[in-house]
């Protein structure tokens, strides 16, 4: 049986995939502009030099996923994805580093969606480089999945399971390049979100005490909401995290003079499997009627679902490919497998919803991302490369 740490330990070079990591950062790549193509094309170009063959897959007419393949000399075997996104979030402001200049200031990578996922991308791309080259001695195959949209509405992973569901494709295990500090994520929570409606009476602010104010009663609304968001952490999942609620806008009022007729709150939901879609829309139902029990009921009000719900995700813990990733980890000086749950969501759902056994592990961490001065850890990119290449190294090594 080949010693694949040792085999690798020969081949990697440190260097590039950080070198990939900064060029990639300095593309600009929102969701929905040119530079998604223009970063799909950059990493086409790198795969085909590499001699690794690759499929554009048209997204709505105007942008493409990336999919690049590794065929294993040796025959019939395991199928490991490695799945990213290749947008970012609009650059933003408040940033003392260029975010598109790709510098590196005391071991950290600095640019927008250097964290969120360009560094786990530049690793996942370099790991391919080094997979390609022990190809002979493989079997089975790697597959690379880079989508756009993942910021906006996911419209690039559901293009793919569309086309992988049509063409009954197979793929045994997946690694979603997420940041999680370089721990092991099970899966994640369901996401959704609803609005509120609060409706009242409108009339001249003189005599307020005529009208019905939806703002004052949307405002004991989301300190209820609040209070029940403390509530919700006696729901923990170990590995997932805790059921949560979180009023992100209100738009209420017309002028200062006016008692406001109608309020409106959206509200973020994270759900998990033992703590239903239908079970949080039940606490939110529950909150504002306590409200208005508690005011004697002077208002009326309406709650619809304004995002679709991304359900959540879980492996198990005695999944082999908990196994296989937690052995690379290890193989690694200085790291050890350590299991956190990811605060986020992200497109494992779509994976798991297939039957595809998920993990989410990558370099940098979710509070980083989308922030002003956004960075990742050049050594933690190293690492990640390392570990994704040995991964798939044994996954499809027949060990």
């Known amino acids: 049986m080949a010693d694949w740490k040792a085999l690798l330990d020969n081949e990697f070079d440190l260097f590039e995939p950080i070198s990939l990591a900064q060029r990639l950062v ?3 790549s929102v969701s929905r502009t040119e530079g998604e193509v223009e970063i799909a094309r950059f990493i086409a170009n790198y795969f085909i030099d590499n001699g690794i063959p690759v499929e554009w897959q048209e997204v709505d007419g105007k942008r493409a996923n990336l999919i690049a393949e590794i065929q294993g000399a040796l025959g019939e075997g395991p199928v490991l994805l490695f799945n990213g996104h290749m947008d970012t979030v609009p650059v933003g402001s408040g940033w003392t580093y260029p975010p598109l200049g790709g510098e590196i200031v005391q071991n950290r990578l600095y640019g927008r969606g250097a964290c969120d996922m360009k560094g786990a991308l530049a690793a996942m791309m370099y790991a391919a480089k080094m997979v390609a080259l022990f190809a002979h001695s493989l079997y089975g195959k790697l597959k690379v999945v880079f989508v756009v949209d993942e ?26 390049g997420e940041p999680t500090g370089l721990n092991i994520s099970l899966g994640h929570r369901g996401v959704a979100a609803y609005r ?36 919700l952490s006696a729901f923990g999942d170990p590995d997932l995290g805790v059921p949560a609620v979180s009023v992100g806008k209100i738009l209420g009022g017309v002028a200062p003079n006016v008692v406001p007729e109608t309020c409106l709150l959206e509200v973020d939901v994270r759900t998990l499997p033992s703590f239903s879609l239908a079970r949080m829309e039940e606490v939110l139902r529950e909150v504002v009627e306590n409200v208005r029990e508690k005011e004697g009921a002077p208002f009326e009000y309406s709650i619809t679902q304004c995002i ?17 990733l937690s052995r690379s980890i290890a193989d690694i000086p200085g790291e050890v497998p350590t299991f956190s749950p990811f605060p986020a969501s992200c497109e494992a759902s779509f994976l798991v919803e297939a039957g595809i056994p998920t993990l989410i592990f990558g370099p940098g961490r979710i509070e980083e991302a989308h922030s002003a001065n956004e960075f990742v850890p050049v050594t933690q990119v190293v690492t990640a490369g390392r570990v994704y290449a040995l991964l798939a190294l044994r996954l499809l090594g027949g060990e």
């Open 308 to 324: 679709p719900h991304l359900p959540p995700a879980r492996i198990s813990r005695d999944s082999e490919l908990v196994e296989f």
């Open 151 to 176: 910021e906006e509405e996911n419209a690039g992973i559901r293009e793919w399971m569309r086309v992988y569901r049509m063409r009954r494709e197979v793929v045994d295990y997946a690694i979603v």
């Open 196 to 231: 509120i409606e609060v409706r009242g009476k409108s009339c001249h602010a003189a005599v307020a005490e005529q009208g019905i104010n939806a703002v004052y009663y949307a405002a004991l609304i989301v300190r209820a909401l609040e209070e029940k968001r403390k509530e």
């Open 26 to 28: 300095r593309i600009m």
